[in-house]
């Protein structure tokens, strides 16, 4: 899916086993082929990114929070920022991750512009 080299998946396999997070089988059929599974704790992980990601959704709170954030540090300094965000989970995480959190948000900001009848503010105290 994520059109990695060996070497890249093999790393991230190694780290997410690390961390207790999945676990790695030999195949009966054969030997030469690796089981990927997640573990419980890879389980309840992916359980709190789905309540969290929920939680953006309901909570306008943090765009309010973002439109706070542009205003007081200006529109250069936190585009930077977010460069930097992105740029630090991409290395650390993946693509994939950053995208799926990328779509999120803009459907989340999308949702509460249009509850605010289109107003590009969104009334942050």
């Given at each position: 899916?994520?059109l990695?080299d060996?070497s ?5 396999v ?6 207790e ?10 030997s030469?082929i690796r089981?990927v599974?997640?573990?419980?704790n890879?389980w309840?992980l992916?359980?709190?990114?789905y ?10 709170d943090?765009v309010c929070?973002?439109?706070?954030a ?8 936190f ?10 989970c991409?290395?650390?995480?993946s693509e994939?991750y ?7 948000m ?9 509850a605010?009848?289109n107003?590009n503010?969104c009334?942050?105290k």
């Amino acid at each position: 899916m994520g059109l990695w080299d060996i070497s890249t998946t093999q790393r991230i396999v190694t780290n997410l086993r690390k961390r207790e997070l999945v676990e790695i089988n030999k195949s009966k059929e054969d030997s030469r082929i690796r089981l990927v599974s997640l573990t419980q704790n890879g389980w309840n992980l992916i359980e709190s990114a789905y309540d969290y990601s929920l939680q953006m959704e309901l909570n306008p709170d943090l765009v309010c929070a973002l439109e706070k954030a542009m205003n007081k540090y200006g529109d250069e300094d936190f585009r930077k920022f977010i460069e930097i965000g992105i740029y630090m989970c991409t290395e650390l995480i993946s693509e994939d991750y950053v995208n799926w959190v990328y779509n999120v948000m803009e459907t989340s900001l999308k949702r509460n512009i249009k509850a605010q009848g289109n107003n590009n503010s969104c009334g942050c105290k």
